[in-house]
């Protein structure tokens, strides 16, 4: 059994759609015992030719965290189709700014896409990819991974530089002075789309470029204009839990929010969250560990 073109780009469940139910069905059509090999395999190449056209550039870590989450030798999987794919031309690996590897997509890639009905945009150019930011960028989108694997819609900083959103960014990005670094949403049993906005901690920030992103918290509840009815729900801070970006995050917040009233001031600190991330060297995710930022005051405390 054949999976349609209509469905293949929901496969994937954080690529920006609001038919999760598709995927489901389109998933469950991989399993069945009936397929081919080569079928699996085509659908396989696929998933990571999107993968890497969604994010920009990725490893081969991050592909098989996108595309095999539950298999046991996910990452085998990923290299054994990253070698058809690029000998096929539609990827190309470049040497990143850690020492390894990372895919980009090529302009035969491109094409491929588009004859499938999936538009997409080379990738070779991408400066992240041996840059100073290439730390950054890929630890962020690691933790969208993650959260794309439980079920959330998400987009990196690839998409949001392309505005490759179903929800419009430019009110708050104005009031902030600021791009995120990801965005999360998911629908709420009240229908509407809960929002989160991701900041990504690498190098330690300056104590006002944290208040700017502490300052979206205050906007939680707004509306973002869309196709559906998306609200700000959440701030989030993700970091290296070896490093103290999170007490450098209450500092700041303590400074903005410090004159506010008590129950205001924990209201505020409610809406961050905290995520503390375990790596190994030089950059292996372990483990995260999430709580609020006020919970992380009383701690401290």
Known sequence: MRISTAEIPDLLSGRIT?????????????????????????????????????WGHLRIQELARAVWPKAK??????????????????????????????????????????????????????????????????FATRYLIERQNTGQYVAGEYLIL????????????????????GFTWSRMPDGTMAVELVEQEAASKARGELEKCLRAAEYVGSKLAG???????????????????????????????GDKPALERIKLEQRVKLVHVELRPPLVWVSQRVMTLHEFRGQVM
């Open 18 to 54: 609001s038919q999760p139910t598709a995927t489901k069905q389109a998933a469950s059509r991989i399993a069945l015992p009936s397929q081919s090999g080569r079928e699996v395999a085509r659908v396989n190449e696929l998933n990571c030719v999107i993968a890497v056209s969604k």
């Open 73 to 138: 030798f996910a990452e085998q999987l990923a290299a054994r189709t990253v070698r058809r794919l690029t000998k096929q031309g539609l990827l190309l690996e470049r040497r990143n700014a850690l020492g390894g590897r990372s895919l980009c997509l090529t302009r035969a890639g491109v094409t491929w896409l588009e004859l499938r009905g999936i538009e997409a945009q080379h990738t070779l150019d991408l400066t992240s990819v041996s840059g100073p930011t290439f730390f950054h960028r890929t």
């Open 162 to 181: 392309r505005r490759k959103l179903p929800f419009k960014i430019e009110a708050m990005t104005r009031t902030l002075r600021k791009l995120p670094d």
């Open 227 to 257: 196709d559906a009815d998306y609200r700000l729900r959440a701030v989030v801070f993700v970091f290296d839990g070896a490093l103290s970006h999170a007490r450098r995050v209450l500092l700041a917040a303590t400074s903005l929010w």
